[in-house]
């Protein structure tokens, strides 16, 4: 065998070999090496600051906003009251621009319906219009901005529309007039939507005064003026009022439907 005496030698003299970054009393050699000159050393110091930054900004993810949206409907002889299922609002944040051209959703036609009714997406997605029923389908959009036709096309088959601008999208399908849907083109991520019980909580919110809007598809939405504070959450409540909505359209070629098959 080696003699213990030389594997240490041995040992020693690799060791000696690798840089040490544990510094002597009498000087030291890492993590900044001051050798290189002023701009060296202001240049490590830099990359040292920004990291310090990066790990002292993500010790908070942003602001959160919660709270519950009430929609007001009128009943029997005009009198308002809250209406029992409060699905379908959109609250997001208006001012921020951050398109998402990978962004993917999608809106099924199944049971001559589209499935969801409200779709939020931030600009700059994509939305399959899948066919799952067993007869054709023709999803079209008479909305000036967006204004689009898929044609005609069948079970199984999909189609889809990238949507470049903010706003609401009406879509309908030129065979079944009942089927509606509403796309809203939001400008970026900080966004909800709410489900019958009209909950909603938005989170990881930049800190800022912001402008947040409870979209409807068939009335008024709300504004309300927001200052977003890193950490903390804040409980926003609203109250939008729908207006009487008729699905009742034009097909897409601007004449009423004569049937339905």
Not at 112 to 128: A, C, D, H, T
Not at 163 to 175: D, E, M, P, S
Request: charge should be positive.
């Amino acid at each position: 065998g080696v003699p213990l005496n030389a594997l240490s030698r041995h040992s020693f003299r690799h060791i000696s070999k690798k840089k040490d970054c544990n510094p002597k009393p009498q000087k030291l050699t890492c993590p900044i090496d001051f050798s290189g000159g002023p701009m060296k050393f202001l240049k490590a110091f830099s990359t040292l600051t920004l990291s310090l930054l990066v790990a002292a900004s993500s010790a908070h993810a942003g602001g959160t906003i919660e709270g519950t949206v009430t929609v007001k409907t009128k009943g029997l002889f005009g009198k308002q009251g809250a209406k029992g299922d409060a699905s379908n609002v959109v609250i997001f944040l208006e001012e921020l621009q951050m398109p998402n051209p990978n962004g993917r959703e999608k809106i099924v036609q199944k049971g001559k319906q589209f499935q969801p009714r409200v779709l939020p997406i931030v600009m700059g997605g994509v939305v399959e219009f899948p066919n799952e029923d067993p007869f054709n389908h023709n999803v079209f959009s008479p909305t000036p901005e967006y204004k689009f036709d898929l044609d005609y096309y069948g079970t199984g088959k999909s189609k889809n529309v990238r949507f470049q601008k903010t706003g609401a999208v009406r879509i309908y399908c030129n065979i079944h007039s009942n089927m509606v849907s509403d796309v809203l083109v939001v400008p970026n991520p900080f966004f909800a939507k709410t489900g019958a019980d009209g909950k909603f909580r938005i989170n990881n919110i930049p800190p800022g005064k912001y402008t947040f809007v409870a979209w409807q598809p068939s009335g008024a939405s709300e504004k309300r003026g927001i200052a977003i504070v890193d950490g903390k959450t804040l409980q926003v409540n609203f109250e939008v009022e729908e207006s009487v909505f008729s699905i009742k359209h034009k097909n897409k070629y601007g004449r009423a439907y004569d049937k339905e098959y």
